[in-house]
């Protein structure tokens, strides 16, 4: 099954723990992105990847951290440093060179 | 600063019903626009536009693009209540290879 796995579905997590999301995707695709969502809102920027061991800050990477060792792999970490970090989590992967961009299920994210 | 603005951001229609949502960008190095439907959980992909004036049909939705005035409109004829979600639109600017999206619309189909 191909496709953009995201894990866990739901975390909670409390108040100045780090905490890492995951990412995977099998479709070989070269590209990978992080959105951020809060209720009522589109999706916001926060670190895409373009190739393995390369990556670049979107709009709201304050807080947040990226690897990426592997092309199929790409987990964010949010730190304590984020203030609000509260959200729905989503990845994305998008082939070359095509603009489609294909998303996974979503993290939400809940810190007591 | 580059900028997407979808409108209306919420909408209420009834079954049968035919809506127009708008998406209107300010982007520097626009490469295409997409649109996707978000139900509840992940978005999913519905257009992609590159081109001025080619519609691109699938089913009930259409959806055109024109690069003169900055804007695409997503059309929907005989709304079901399945309609229901959050349309987003996003532009992929060449260049950065990233997306802006819009805050959405909102729409609800009554049955």
């Known amino acids: 099954d191909g496709g953009i796995t995201q894990s866990p579905k739901y975390l909670f997590r409390k108040e100045g723990q780090n905490v890492t999301l995951s990412c995977e995707q099998n479709?070989?695709?070269?590209?990978m992105y992080w959105y951020r969502q809060d209720p009522g809102q589109g999706l916001r920027l926060i670190y895409y990847s373009q190739i393995v061991n390369d990556f670049q800050k979107g709009d709201i990477a304050e807080g947040y951290s990226v690897s990426r060792e592997k092309k199929e792999s790409f987990p964010l970490t949010v730190t304590s440093a984020q203030k609000n970090p509260t959200a729905f989590y989503l990845c994305?992967?998008?082939?070359?060179?095509?603009?489609?961009?294909?998303f996974g299920p979503g993290t939400r994210l809940t810190v007591l | 600063e580059d900028k997407v603005v979808q409108s209306p951001l919420s909408l209420v229609v009834h079954e049968g019903d035919t809506v127009t949502l708008n998406c209107s960008y300010e982007?520097?190095?626009?490469?295409?626009l997409l649109w996707y439907k978000q139900e509840k959980k992940a978005p999913t992909f519905l257009f992609m536009l590159t081109s001025s004036g080619i519609e691109k049909k699938s089913g009930r939705l259409s959806s055109i693009l024109d690069k003169k005035e900055l804007f695409s409109i997503l059309n929907i004829t005989a709304t079901q209540t399945g309609d229901s979600a959050v349309y987003l639109c996003a532009v992929f600017t060449s260049g950065t290879y990233k997306y802006i999206f819009g805050t959405g619309t909102r729409l609800k189909v009554l049955a």
């Open positions: 994305a992967s998008k082939p070359s060179p095509v603009d489609t961009q294909y």
């Open positions: 479709l070989n695709h070269d590209a």
């Open positions: 982007v520097t190095n626009f490469r295409s």
